[in-house]
């Protein structure tokens, strides 16, 4: 039976929450950033239970810093990751859509959809026509420029995804895979339960 030791504490003096043996300032080398900041927690409000910040802590901090890659080929190619999920929306949906549809599809708002088409409308790679019936209804579609482009730029970023990734094994990525879809389906369940109301 492993000795007890305090709350979250492994019996080998490891935390049980990956932040390990904290220094003064709550940082130990190896540690990610949101160790330390759990350490300093800690150390100002021993009594909080701050394990809910090791997960959606790491999640916010990996999206800053995805969000941020220069190297990125989308980034080389001057275009932000929300542009390219319009396109590539529109390349594997493969149909006309509209910009209530491209905010659905990309979890974005519709003030927002309409900028980055806008945006891509401009460089030639989105094209629209308004709708036979209503004339206040665009259908957004990708030019043949668009679609030249996703289907050059995706296996690069595919490719530099797959490096990112490099160093976890395969069960490690499939079981973070699974882990991150049950967050996804009961965020986005309760996005429904709130819509519902």
Known sequence: M???????ERADGGRADGA?????????AGEDV??????????????????????IGRLTRC????????????????????EFDILSALRREDRDLTPGRLARET???GT?????????????????????????VAHLSLTAQGRELVDRILPEQVAYERSLLAGLGEEERDGLARTLGELLRLLESREEAGTRR
Request: a positive charge; charged letters at 30%; aromatic letters at 4%.
């Open 2 to 8: 492993p000795a007890e030791g305090a709350p979250g």
């Open 20 to 28: 390990g043996a904290a220094g003064e300032n709550g940082w130990t």
């Open 34 to 55: 949101v160790a330390r900041v759990l350490g300093q927690w800690r150390q100002v409000l021993p009594d909080l239970d701050t394990e809910p910040i090791g997960v």
């Open 63 to 82: 999206a800053a810093l995805l969000r941020q890659s220069s190297d990125a080929p989308l980034a080389r190619e001057g275009f932000s990751r929300p």
């Open 107 to 109: 979890y974005a708002s």
């Open 112 to 136: 927002a959809v309409t900028k980055r088409v806008r945006t891509l409308e401009e460089r030639g790679l989105v094209e629209r026509r308004p709708d036979a019936r209503d004339r206040r």
